[in-house]
């Protein structure tokens, strides 16, 4: 019911609403995780679906995504702290030419979650901007996301100008597992939760 309502609000784009909603579940005993994959997550697929058909415009999925983003900020807090032990550095960020960001969002706050000291570089990443955080901040890890066709061969571009300095996880909704064969990553993620379990394998 809780979780419907969270949902909807993605949906419809009810900005102001879906604190209060979040709140309301939390205090019924629903968990984060479940907010998040449950209602949060399936109310941005169905808004793509929509998109996709022709049912929801830009302005409109704009709206959705910022409910979403909201919606995000008031459970990241509750997945926090679970481990103490920084496991390793991440610098994560969309690539050049691509603006989504909710996706790399939820993987920043999974990882964080999981003890990770993560650099969000947020989006339209260069390849440059991408190369000087390796040579500055010496991270253990590269995240790459990237939600357009379009964006992928720049995705490509920069995982190959990476090379082998440091090793290069890569997700975002067209990418896939042969993708990242293709480009040489060295590992690709479905999701934000196999993201962390990539990130452990890739850093130990
Ligand atoms: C929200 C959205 C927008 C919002 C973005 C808001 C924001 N701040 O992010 C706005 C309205 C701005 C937008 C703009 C555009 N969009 Co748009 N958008 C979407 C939509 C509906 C949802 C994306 C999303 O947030 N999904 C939810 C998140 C949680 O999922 P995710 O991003 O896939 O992330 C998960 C995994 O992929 C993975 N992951 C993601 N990143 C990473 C990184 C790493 C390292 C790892 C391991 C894993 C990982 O983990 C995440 C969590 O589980 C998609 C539809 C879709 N189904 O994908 C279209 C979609 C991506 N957009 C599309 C298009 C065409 C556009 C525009 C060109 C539209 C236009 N005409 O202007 C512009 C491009 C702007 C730009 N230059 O980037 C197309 C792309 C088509 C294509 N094949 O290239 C899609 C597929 C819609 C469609 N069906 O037509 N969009």
Known sequence: MELKAIYEC??????DQIEGVIQRALSAGCRPADIINN???????????KMKEGDMFVPEVLMAANTMKIGLQAVKPLMEGEETEAPGKIAIGTVSG???????????MMLEGAGFKVIDLGVDVSKDRFLQVIEEEKPDLIGLSALLTTTMKTM?????????????????????EDFADEIGASGYAPDAVTAVDLAKSLIF
């Open 10 to 15: 993605v949906l419809t784009g009810e900005r």
């Open 39 to 49: 209602a949060l997550i399936r109310g941005m697929d169905e808004v793509g679906r």
């Open 98 to 108: 691509d603006l989504h960001d909710i996706g790399k969002n939820l993987v920043v």
């Open 156 to 176: 490509g571009e920069t995982v190959q100008a990476i090379g082998g300095k440091v090793k290069t996880m890569i997700g975002g909704a067209p990418v896939t």
